[in-house]
């Protein structure tokens, strides 16, 4: 393949663009899944990929896969991520590996040449997971591992389901769900974390995605009045959600290592200063890279809530709201992301993935990978989420090389 690489410049003048929709006052993106603002973004990825020429395709459950025809018909090497983005987004997290994906497809058009199996450029529905849980709905559902009318009938966080919202924003495609084999997958992402900006590093080959855990709990209490109500006739749901949060956080910090803990959304009834809390609804985000550790640290949590809402003489139920086991990338592309960032001169680094990702979902079908550049600070799910231009022009160069080397490839081995 001639020598061509991608034209930086280009690419992050497609980021400002798209970071312009949904742009919140002061910086920073919202564009929650299947909103208003999420339509707007898909209409703008969209609108691109039809100007590359590429052919596009909407399933079921609203993913969105443009190909830009290979010399052969072939499974297309895929190159994706999401655009969906949670309250506070930054201007990188998903649209940055679908619009570098555009970028490599625009480099090769412009020299005029085709790949000799097909390239995809993906974006997967409600990667995020913060509206409708679980999160990589979409990409489970594209890989058949969640039903499309269960992924449909989901209802959110404000009581509206993803059928509606979805058929709202006129995303319900009629491409069968599930369908699309897929030789290899590579997702482009910012690290999220503090690793690659700590050490200097341009480039994380990943190795894998830790394990995820969400629980919901609902505790139901009885509401009196705050002054009046002595403290041992008290049933106050609050105290449990604030408890639980406490042990949550004890216990990431005795189990060390890779655990991580969050209690990230608690909504409390009534939620008015001199009432007692009979009901709230809270979240508990686990992870961990070793599913024996963090299958544990979830039985710890939901034996301490149930001790801790049996003293109080409260209810409380829970329900999950996704379940990821930890995933190994394919060692042959961990490898091949590897050699190409050093080919081309840039620092580079193995190292997990704290975040989850769709490409932890497609790598249950075919060989996939990731490629991390750094994220300022490890800040991300904030709005000010950054990467420095050069490291989002450095990993966009390693993605070129890397697809190429896919798609011209004979087997997948
Ligand atoms: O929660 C996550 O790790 C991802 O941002 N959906
Ligand atoms: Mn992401
Ligand atoms: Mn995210």
Request: net charge negative; glycine share 10%.
């Amino acid at each position: 393949m001639a020598y061509m690489d991608i034209n930086g410049e280009r690419l992050l003048a497609s980021l400002q663009e798209l970071g312009q929709i949904g742009a919140l006052d002061g910086g920073g993106v919202c564009r929650l899944a299947l909103t208003d603002e999420d339509k707007a973004g898909r209409d703008w990825v969209v609108a691109q990929m039809k100007t590359l020429g590429m052919s596009v395709s909407v399933d079921g459950i609203g993913n969105v896969v443009g190909v830009y025809a290979g010399r052969e018909e072939a499974p297309p090497v895929m190159a994706g991520s999401h655009i969906d983005t949670v309250r506070t987004g930054g201007l990188y997290d998903g649209n940055y590996g679908v619009l570098a994906g555009l970028e490599v497809v625009r480099t090769l058009k412009q020299a005029g040449m085709r790949t000799r199996k097909p390239l995809a450029v993906a974006f997967f529905t409600n990667e995020e997971g913060s509206r409708f849980a679980p999160d990589m709905m979409g990409s489970l559902v594209f890989q058949g591992d969640l039903p499309l009318e269960a992924a449909l009938d989901t209802k959110g966080i404000d009581g509206t389901t993803v059928r509606e919202n979805l058929e709202r924003i006129g995303y319900r495609g009629s491409a069968p769900a599930g369908a699309m084999k897929v030789d290899s997958y590579v997702e482009l992402h910012i690290e999220q974390g503090p690793v690659l900006d700590i050490e200097k590093i341009a480039i994380g080959a990943v190795e894998g995605v830790q394990g995820i855990s969400w629980t919901e709990f609902n505790v139901s209490g009885v509401s009196n009045h705050a002054g009046t109500t002595p403290m041992r006739l008290r049933h106050d749901a609050g105290l449990i959600a604030a408890r639980v949060a406490c042990f949550a956080r004890e216990l990431a910090r005795e189990l060390g290592g890779n655990q991580v803990a969050t209690v990230g959304s608690m909504t409390v009834f009534p939620n008015l200063v001199n009432v007692i809390a009979n009901r709230v609804v809270f979240t508990v985000d686990l992870r961990n890279t070793d599913e024996a550790v963090l299958k544990s640290a979830e039985q710890r949590l939901w034996a301490f809530a149930d001790e801790a809402a049996a003293a109080e003489g409260v209810k409380i139920s829970r329900r999950s709201l996704a379940r990821f086991e930890p995933v190994a990338f394919h060692p042959g592309l961990v490898s091949l992301v590897e050699k190409t960032a050093r080919d081309l001169g840039f620092s580079v680094r193995r190292l997990p993935s704290g975040a989850g990702h769709d490409a932890q979902i497609l790598a249950r079908n075919c060989p996939a990978a990731m490629i991390f550049v750094p994220s300022v600070n490890g800040l991300s799910h904030n709005v000010r989420e950054h990467t420095e231009p050069r490291d989002l022009v450095a990993g966009a160069r390693v993605l070129l090389r890397v697809l190429l080397h896919l798609a011209e490839r004979q087997a997948t081995q």
